[in-house]
């Protein structure tokens, strides 16, 4: 337990700019990307084992609060494979670039592509949530 206490307060206490962020951003939209393949690997499986289970749990899917959840792992999804094929970049073919001044530029570039794609996908997640969940825009 004390490897886990050292291990987080090492993430939180380390001052590093850019790359820590990267570092950060990168290990939480992991684990939100795995969590989600979790959580939909078991789900799926009720459509066999309980398909009841499956039609009440669909139903819960369809509430505002896994909606915007569903808005947030959508970007955990495009910041987690943009900075990856960032980090496979750097280290598979330009491994002198992994200076202070390349990382930070670079992982401004990842986060900044990673928002193109999100903005537009968030906002239509947006409008159907609103749409079907509050019945606005003429849902």
């Known amino acids: 337990m004390s ?3 050292t ?13 820590h962020w990267a ?3 990168h290990r939480i939209t992991g684990l939100g990307v795995v969590l989600f ?3 939909h690997i078991v789900d799926t499986s009720f459509v066999y084992f ?7 749990v669909i139903n819960v899917y369809r509430s505002t609060i896994f909606g915007l959840g569903e808005i947030a792992l959508v970007f955990c999804l495009f910041f987690h494979g943009v ?3 960032r980090i496979a970049y750097l280290d598979l073919f330009a491994p002198k670039d ?3 001044d390349k990382t930070r530029r670079s992982m401004l570039v990842a986060l ?6 999100w903005v537009p996908s968030a906002g239509w997640m947006l409008f159907n949530l609103l749409r079907h969940n509050y019945g606005l825009f003429g849902g």
């Open 37 to 39: 393949l979790a959580i």
């Open 23 to 25: 570092f950060l951003l």
């Open 112 to 117: 900044g592509i990673s928002l193109v794609l």
């Open 50 to 56: 309980a398909p009841q289970l499956y039609v009440d």
């Open 7 to 19: 291990t987080l307060t090492g993430y939180a206490a380390y001052r590093g700019r850019e790359g």
């Open 98 to 100: 992994w200076t202070i």
């Open 3 to 5: 490897y886990m206490k």
């Open 83 to 85: 900075n990856g094929l």
